[in-house]
């Protein structure tokens, strides 16, 4: 987890090579500290070599050898003098080699224990090893290992030839990563002079940079070597306690009170400055409530907690403190947060192009995104065509524009004119949610979410849907489709999801005698036309976590298109009876641990659109997929019957890139066996992948939630978990589940430690719909990660039965 303390300063030293002087410098800043009668503490992680020339040893004695104001230390030690990665391999204590987070939560716990032993303000120095990218013993670079700490930086610039080039290529990869750099310590070279050149470049991008004449050559005699060293640190921290690596100090110190400052100062802005959406002002209490998000990494956030009266301000107490994303930040996230691949991706595609143009052209990034959603990914089988646009409702705006343009020019009238396409409607579900843009809410029936120019067109009909009551999995029925059997036991989970199998119950028959009636009732009275079948498969997110009866919409899909004349889609005629089109921007890309939905239902749409996890949480972009016959509807020799609809920002490269590198990451887990653990928990292993339904959450974890007084019912699949607080008939309306959890907002002290980046206790972020509460993992969220979270849940819920 990110650190950051009122009374402990804590910087962390990169180089930008080996034998750079980063030793040296940081001795020099130790020194400075000691003199200035600070406490300072020194971490060296990782020493590789003898033991007479570790660098903990060298600043132990140089800094100040006989104060009791200087503590240093190593962590992993290895005799080899080579990169730490082979170093470890090399040792005969290869089995103890701790993974990454093994690693960083040594680091860590050094630091919190660094912090509860000061009584007054300290520094900290954290001094890596080697260059920016030189590995850490498991073999990743240290930039990326080192990244849940998210330490300010120190870093220490090359002055030999190539020193230039190395130092802003160190730069930019801890900027690509979000490394926050303090200072530029270098030295002065007299022959190469890169800090001539350094200088000028770090200030001009707000960087503040120290160059400190070099040491001299090294000495054959230890004596004399050792006096040498010490009257050269005398120099560097001279006794006047003025200029040198005092002015290195006094900027730190000044960084560092400014980050809390700022900090401290970001609440009350926020609430003074910024309207959020879906945020009632009104019930906000005071700044204190507002969550102050500091960096993000992973599955969790680093929050600031010390604008918050509950948190006791005191020196040992971090200021920052992580907490799981429970929402994935809106459902976007699925590979965690700051995942440098995605980071690297966009600095690639922003480097060279920008933004260009999309009309009449291509590029690289948008093709590959086209070609592979189209012939590999959601739209293998049936789609030809891929639309790009800026996010998940403007790209169902995209698809209602399709699918209503493909009926009136397949349905014309005698007196066709602008009034009667005008009126053309759509039918969907009830609690479905498309968007906020005009068009995607005119898409669904009024509700919270609609505002004073919605103008509901079509008819919604009520779903049946899909949950686990008490350990039962039951489909419940809604009151306009049985008035005497409201509930019907379907075995298990997967059985549920079986539809192909379900096709011949009486269910379905019930099912397809319903649909039919309200078709037949819709042509005969109902104003407008319906001209489309919008559905939001499986799962209908923002209406309250509705987990619909596949088999409903898979029967409602069938009945639809054979009402129409033509023949069905997928053949030379195309789309048949009304174009359906599926809003898979939230479950579609293995939210629900499907690549796409089609396949279950064991039917494809004629138009799909795709956000949210497309790009892995980093930036907006959608894509609207479509067959060929929906296609053929707007292309003609006059430009009026072209798709006159687009974005400033239309394919944009960026973002593009960053889909096309999700995906790569997504399918390889997908395909790489990441997931055959969970899926043989819910005994989903031996079906296909396309087809076969499982969860990331535990089944025990499942059957204990289901079984609590307090929750009604809960459902899962893939990443998505939802259950109801009650038998609440509020809805949207209600406040019941966020009362009911307010307390996993805060750490608790007793779950595992190794869980969060760091191994600190963590709270859980949340939202809720009103009394229906949900979470949400990333794809890749580890399962002591996930077994923790589910252990939070219980304890919370348990409590308030108790």
Request: charged share 20%; with cysteine.
């Amino acid at each position: 987890m990110s650190s950051l303390f009122r009374n402990l300063r804590i910087h962390q030293v990169f180089g930008a090579n080996t034998d750079v002087g980063k030793t040296i410098l940081t001795t020099a800043l130790v020194r400075a500290s000691a003199w200035k009668n600070v406490p300072v503490h020194y971490l060296k992680p990782v020493s590789t070599g003898p033991i007479e020339d570790a660098d903990d040893r060298h600043v132990r004695f140089f800094a100040d050898a006989d104060s009791k104001e200087v503590h240093a230390n190593c962590l992993f030690r290895f005799d080899e003098p080579v990169s730490p990665h082979l170093a470890a391999r090399l040792s005969n204590r290869q089995a103890d080699v701790p993974s990454d987070e093994a690693f960083v939560n040594a680091v860590a716990e050094n630091i919190r224990r660094t912090a509860q032993r000061i009584s007054r303000l300290s520094h900290m120095y954290v001094e890596t090893a080697g260059g920016v990218h030189s590995p850490t013993l498991s073999g990743t670079t240290q930039v990326d290992a080192y990244r849940p700490l998210f330490l300010p930086t120190i870093l220490v610039a090359d002055a030999h030839l190539g020193g230039i080039s190395s130092t802003i290529s160190s730069y930019e990869s801890l900027l690509l990563r979000g490394y926050i750099v303090d200072l530029v310590l270098l030295f002065k070279d007299a022959y190469y002079r890169n800090f001539e050149y350094l200088t000028p470049y770090f200030s001009e991008r707000g960087v503040r940079v120290l160059s400190m004449e070099p040491p001299h050559k090294r000495l054959a005699n230890p004596d004399e070597e050792r006096a040498k060293m010490d009257e050269y640190y005398s120099r560097l921290a001279p006794d006047c306690l003025q200029g040198g690596m005092f002015d290195a100090l006094d900027h730190l110190d000044d960084c560092h009170a400014r980050r809390i400052a700022e900090l401290d100062s970001v609440p009350q802005r926020t609430s003074d400055t910024v309207w959020w959406p879906f945020v009632q002002h009104g019930l906000m209490k005071a700044p204190s409530d507002i969550n102050v998000i500091d960096s993000a990494f992973k599955d969790f956030f680093s929050i600031y907690n010390g604008h918050k009266a509950a948190i006791p301000d005191s020196a040992d107490t971090s200021l920052l403190e992580p907490q799981f994303d429970g929402s994935a930040s809106w459902w976007t996230q699925a590979i965690g947060h700051a995942h440098p691949a995605l980071a690297l991706a966009a600095a690639r595609a922003a480097g060279r192009y920008g933004h260009v143009m999309f009309p009449e052209g291509t590029h690289a990034p948008a093709l590959k995104l086209a070609e592979r959603l189209v012939h590999e990914g959601p739209g293998k089988g049936w789609a030809s065509r891929a639309f790009f646009s800026d996010d998940g409702s403007t790209g169902m705006e995209v698809a209602l524009k399709m699918a209503l343009r493909a009926y009136a020019s397949r349905n014309p009238t005698p007196s066709v004119d602008g009034l009667r396409r005008k009126g053309l409607g759509i039918l969907g579900l009830k609690g479905s949610y498309h968007g906020d843009t005009i068009g995607a809410m005119d898409a669904c029936e009024e509700g919270v979410y609609t505002c004073e120019w919605h103008d509901g067109k079509g008819y919604w009909l009520d779903p049946p849907t899909v949950s686990n009551k008490k350990g039962r999995i039951v489909v419940s029925l809604p009151p306009s489709m049985a008035e005497d059997v409201m509930e019907v036991d379907v075995g298990s989970l997967q059985q549920a999801y079986d539809v192909q199998s379900r096709l011949e119950t009486p269910l379905a028959r019930l099912y397809r005698s319903f649909v039919a009636r309200a078709l037949e009732k819709l042509k005969k009275s109902y104003i407008p036309e319906i001209a489309a079948l919008v559905l939001e498969p499986l799962v209908m997110g923002a209406g309250g976590m509705i987990f619909v009866d596949p088999l409903f919409q898979r029967i409602l899909i069938d009945v639809v298109r054979a009402s129409g004349s033509h023949s069905p889609s997928g053949s030379a005629g195309g789309w048949s009876g009304l174009p359906v089109i599926f809003d898979e921007v939230f479950v579609g890309l293995y939210r629900l641990g499907l690549q796409t939905t089609g396949p279950l239902l064991g039917v494809n749409p004629d138009i799909s659109v795709h956000a949210k996890i497309l790009t892995g949480g980093l930036l907006p972009l959608a894509v609207t997929l479509a067959s060929d016959s929906i296609f053929r509807a707007f292309n003609s020799d006059s430009k009026l019957d072209a798709l006159l609809h687009g974005h400033s920002y239309t394919a944009y490269p960026v973002g593009c890139e960053v889909a096309n590198e999700t995906l790569s990451i997504v399918e390889k887990m997908a395909n790489g066996g990441q997931w055959d653990g969970a899926r043989a928990r819910w005994n989903a292993s031996g079906g296909s992948k396309e087809t076969s339904v499982w969860s990331f959450w535990t089944p025990d974890f499942i059957d204990k939630l289901a079984k609590l007084d307090i929750v009604d019912e809960v459902m899962t699949l893939g990443t998505v978990l939802a259950f109801k607080i009650g038998a609440n008939t509020e809805g949207y309306r209600s406040h019941s589940a966020q009362i009911a959890l307010e307390s996993l907002r805060l750490p608790h002290p007793e779950q595992a430690l190794s869980s969060a980046p760091g191994g600190a206790p963590f709270g859980v972020h949340y939202r809720t719909l009103g009394n229906i509460a949900y979470f949400m993992l990333s794809l890749n969220t580890p399962s002591i990660v996930v077994e923790t979270v589910e252990s939070r849940i219980l304890a919370t819920l348990h409590t308030l039965r108790d």
